[in-house]
C-alpha cells in the first residue's frame, strides 16, 4: 500500500458525500493525481464499507462520462487498497444499466490485477451479482464465458456473483436452474480460492432451494468428483438426510 496505511479515522456520510463531490470536480478537469489526495484518506485507511460505498456510488450516479470515471478507477486499482475496491465496485455499479459490458470487463481486469480473495468478493458482489439483477440475460451470457477463465479468481467470482444474485432473488426458481447450469463446469474444481467461491454460490441456493440443489448433486456427484470442501459448503443448509447423503454421516 503506497505510503503505508492511514490510520483509521471516524467519517461520516456528510464527509463522504463532501470528498466525492471534490473527486467528481477533479476527475471532470482531468486532475487525478488530486483526487488520490481527496480519496486516500478514506480509501487508504480502515473506514467502514458503507462510507465508501457512498462515494462510489456519487461517483457512478455523477455526469461523469464513462471514459472519464473509468480512467479515473483504473487509476485507483493499483493503490492495493480494498477501500479503492469497494469505491470503484460501487461506482460500476451505478453504471450497469448504461454499459453493463464495460463494467462487467472493468470489474474482472480489476480481479485479475487484486489477486487476493478480499478483492475479488467485494468486486464480484457490487459488480457481477449487481448485473446478474439489472439484467440477468445478459449477465448470464458473460459469466458462461467467465466461468471456464484461466484465472481462478475469475472463476471464483462466478460462484460469489451467484450467492448475491441467490441472496436477493431468491424465490426464481427458473433463475437458479439455469445458474446451476452456469456452475456445473466448475462444480469439481480442486483450487481451493475457486471451491470457496463456488460453494458459497450453491451453499445459497441450496438455502432458498434445498430440494432442487439435492437432485442437482445427485446428478453432479455421479460425473465428476467433488472435492469434500466443495460438498461441504454446497450441504451448509441442507436437511441432514441430505448432508449424510453426500457427507457421508
Known amino acids: 500500500m503506497p505510503g503505508g496505511e492511514i490510520p483509521s479515522l471516524s467519517f461520516s456520510m456528510q464527509d463522504s458525500n463532501t470528498a466525492a463531490s471534490r473527486a467528481i470536480g477533479l476527475i471532470h478537469e482531468g486532475n487525478l493525481e488530486q483526487v ?13 464499507f458503507p462510507i465508501l460505498d457512498r462515494i462510489g456510488a456519487r461517483l457512478g450516479q455523477s455526469s461523469l462520462e464513462n471514459r472519464a470515471l473509468l480512467k479515473a478507477l483504473d487509476e485507483m486499482i493499483p493503490r492495493s487498497s480494498i477501500g479503492y475496491y469497494v469505491i470503484a465496485g460501487s461506482a460500476l455499479q451505478q453504471r450497469l444499466g448504461q454499459d453493463m459490458m464495460r463494467c462487467l470487463a472493468s470489474a474482472a481486469s480489476y480481479i485479475i490485477i ?4 478480499d478483492r475479488c468478493d467485494t468486486m464480484a458482489e457490487r459488480v457481477w451479482g449487481e448485473a446478474l439483477i439489472e439484467n440477468f440475460d445478459q449477465a448470464y451470457r458473460y459469466f458462461a464465458k467467465m466461468v471456464s477463465h484461466e484465472n481462478r479468481w475469475i472463476r471464483r467470482a462466478v460462484g460469489v456473483a451467484v450467492h448475491h444474485y441467490v441472496k436477493k432473488k431468491h424465490n426464481t426458481e427458473a433463475e437458479m436452474r439455469r445458474l446451476l447450469r452456469l456452475l456445473a463446469p466448475v462444480v469439481g474444481e480442486h483450487n481451493r480460492d475457486v471451491v470457496k467461491g463456488i460453494g458459497w454460490g450453491l451453499k445459497t441456493i441450496g438455502k432458498y432451494q434445498p430440494e432442487l440443489l439435492v437432485k442437482y448433486l445427485r446428478v453432479q456427484t455421479r460425473r465428476a468428483h467433488l472435492t469434500k470442501l466443495m460438498l461441504r459448503k454446497a450441504a451448509t443448509y441442507l436437511p441432514a438426510s441430505a448432508k449424510r447423503e453426500f457427507l457421508g454421516r
Not at 487484486?114 to 480473495?117: F, I, K, P, V
Request: hydrophobic share 45%; aromatic share 12%.
Open 36 to 48: 488520490h489526495v481527496v480519496l486516500d484518506p478514506f480509501a487508504l485507511a480502515r473506514t467502514k
Open 114 to 117: 487484486g489477486d487476493r480473495w
